[in-house]
């Protein structure tokens, strides 16, 4: 006697979830793109293509455009497939429909309005402060101290809440994603592969090793080498904080710290290369090929980038900035900009690291598991 099998509720899917089950069909009937990237040997373990499904496929797209300029279906065919930009509107979808709490999806939709109001509120936090506490926004610092304009545990007191909240938003948010389709237990060698692909970009690389391609049909590796600029330069930033941290509560050592010291040095390098590789990112973005861009998606990729970009450009400018009178306005300019990232990465382009992420992970957890397609019984 066979044991009646699990009843698992369908449920309905969107436009654009259609559109990638539609894609998907035609592009494991040719296959040509095989080789590409993580997405298509993913696609041929499947012949149907449910809204779990549809959604691993599209985190597992790294929008390089390779296979788009390689199909021979794309547009003008009358297939019009277009692997990138039918993946980039789901991936926005994944990130409204996991977020948490639920009712703060709606963010995503609006997020270059979200961004401009956070930062906005920032920047006027502490001005505000600023001129409250000092007076000024205009004046020379002893030292150059900036704990002498904001003490410590009053920046503390602003920014681990909302970093937590942020950390916390997150971390529920890939959560639901994850359990919404378990792979499996993660062996020590898939989370290996995994963090592998997620700190080389590997498929960046067009599948071939060459690149991928932006505005037109040549290969090249500017998307990852940029990529790269700004993700290592926002992690050197994040060890200098985290260094900072440890020498003032662990050591007892107050900043502000020397030009030699360990975060001092950290953060240099993590601002410039984050400078270089958001910059570099803005120009990709804006001379990208239309087909390969999703438009509504267009405002939070740049809004991103731009707030990074700032981030890290004010942050350099404070540290030549700190013997002159205008240490106190271009504090409140970087604190604004970090507040204003602080409060929008849960709902904003940074989730796209997150979901990639953990959708890498299911991808080399569900590769080391036997197939589960059954075309034929005995």
């Known amino acids: 006697m066979r044991r009646p099998e699990t009843i698992i509720p369908i449920r309905p899917v969107s436009a654009d979830e259609a559109e990638v089950a539609r894609v998907m069909q035609v592009c494991n009937a040719c296959r040509y793109c095989e080789g590409f990237c993580a997405v298509f040997p993913a696609m041929t373990r499947r012949l149907e293509f449910g809204k779990t499904d549809i959604h691993l496929l599209a985190n597992l797209c790294h929008n390089c455009g390779a296979c788009l300029h390689a199909c021979q279906y794309a547009p003008p065919h009358e297939f019009a497939l277009n692997v990138p930009q039918a993946m980039a509107k789901v991936r926005r979808q994944t990130y409204a429909d ?22 906005t509120a920032g920047l006027a936090l502490f001005m505000v402060l600023a001129v409250a506490l000092q007076g000024s926004l205009w004046q020379t610092v002893p030292a150059g101290n900036f704990y002498a304009i904001f003490p410590h545990n009053l920046m503390v ?10 950390l916390l938003a997150l ?45 037109d049909d040549a290969f090249t590796h500017a998307r990852r080498r940029f990529h790269h600029f700004a993700f290592y330069g926002f992690m050197l930033c994040f060890a200098a ?3 900072a ?3 003032h509560y662990v050591f007892g050592w107050q900043a502000p710290y020397g030009w030699t010291s360990l975060p001092k040095l950290l953060g240099i390098s ?13 120009r990709l973005n804006l001379r990208r090929h239309a087909l390969q861009q999703d438009a509504a998606q267009r405002p939070m990729d740049r809004g991103f980038i731009a707030l990074l970009f700032l981030t890290a450009a004010s942050g350099l400018a404070l540290m030549l900035l700190r013997a ?3 240490l106190p306005l271009a504090l409140c300019i970087h604190l604004g900009a970090v507040m204003a990232l602080f409060a929008t990465l849960p709902y904003g382009k940074f989730a796209h690291g997150i979901y990639r992420s953990a959708a890498l992970l299911k991808w080399a957890i569900e590769r080391r598991q036997p197939s589960r397609l059954r075309l034929a019984e005995d």
């Open 245 to 247: 941290t440890l020498y």
């Open 98 to 119: 996991y977020a948490w709490p639920p009712a703060l999806g709606a963010l995503y939709q609006r997020n270059g309005l979200t961004l401009a109001l956070a930062l």
């Open 171 to 215: 971390g529920f948010g890939v959560r639901r994603f994850w359990r919404d389709d378990v792979p499996g237990a993660a062996s020590a060698d898939a989370a290996t592969e995994a963090a592998g692909h997620v700190l080389k970009l590997t498929y960046l690389d067009g599948g071939h090793g060459d690149g991928c391609n932006e505005e």
């Open 241 to 243: 904080t985290s260094v």
């Open 324 to 326: 002159t009178p205008t």
């Open 270 to 282: 993590g601002g410039v290369a984050l400078v270089i590789g958001t910059a570099g990112l803005w």
């Open 157 to 166: 007191g602003l920014f681990a809440p909302v970093f937590g909240f942020a």
